[in-house]
C-alpha cells in the first residue's frame, strides 16, 4: 500500500520503519529533515517537504507527533495533509491527543471524503522497536477496516472502541491507571527499602501473584537502580494528564489519584527530571527520605 508517515519521533521512526519492511510504499516527513534522511538511509523510501506533499496520492497517511497543536498543523494548517488527501484514503493519528480534537479531524475528513481514526497507543519506546505496540482507535468501522490491516505491521493488539475520539478515551483511561500504578510501585519499593527487605528478593515473590504488572517486570531493575534514561517522559505523562483532567471536567469523572500524582510530577521536574521516565517517581521518594 502507498503509506506516509508524518513525524519521525522516538515512537513515530521505529514505526514507520516496521511500514517498510512490511512491504509498504513509504513517504516520511519530518520537521527536522536530517531525522527523514537517515530514516530514508536505513529503510528506503522518499521524503516529502510537507505535510500535505507526502500525504498525496496515498492510500493511507499515519501521524504520529506530540500535542494537539502539532495535529492541528500537520492536518490542517498551512501545507497540512488534510487538504492533499484523496478520497476514499484514510488519515490515521497515533499522537495521544484530546478527543475533541479527534472529533473535529473526524469530521473535516468525512468533509473531504476520507475517512480518519484516532489510534493512540500504549507499550513505549520499546514496544514501538519491537512492533508490539496496542493500539485503541476510535473512528467508523469503514475507516478502521482500512487502517487495521497497516497498523498490524507494528501492533500486538488492535482495537475499535467506537466512533471518533473513542480511542482517545481509552488511552486517558490507560494513563489514569498507569499514574496510580507507578505511585503504588514505588512507594512499594520505598517500603520495602525502610523495612530492610532485598527488593529484588521482594519483587522475586510478589511479581508471581497479584501485584504483577509490566512496570512491575520491566522497571523494578532501574528504578531500584536510580536509572530514569529511557522510557517515557514525565513531561509528556503530565501533557497526558492534563488532556484526561481537561475531559473530566466534561463528564464529570474524580481522578484524586491522578491530580495527586501529576503534581509528584511536577516536584520530579523540579528535581531536573523532566525527561526522565515516568518510573522516576520512585526517585521523588528516594529523594525525601535522604532529607
Known sequence: MRAAFIGLGVMGYPMAGHLARAGHDVVVFNRT????????AEHGGRMAKTPAEAAAGAEIVLACVGRDADVRAVTLGTDGAFAAMKKSAVFVDHTTASATLARELAAAAEKGGFGFVDAPVSGGEQGARNGQLTVMCGGSEEAYAKAEPVIAAYAK????????????????????????????????????RAAGLDPLAVVEVISKGAAQSWQMDNRHKTMLAGHYEHGFAVEWMRKDLSICFDEAARNGAALPVARMVDEFYAEVEAMGGRRWDTSSLFARLESRGKQ
Open 33 to 40: 529533515g536530517e531525522k527523514a534522511k537517515r530514516w530514508i
Open 157 to 192: 493488539s488492535c482495537r475499535r472502541m467506537g466512533p471518533a475520539g473513542a480511542g482517545q478515551l481509552t488511552k486517558m483511561v490507560n494513563q489514569i491507571c498507569l499514574a496510580g500504578l507507578i505511585e503504588a510501585l514505588s512507594e512499594g519499593f520505598s517500603f520495602a
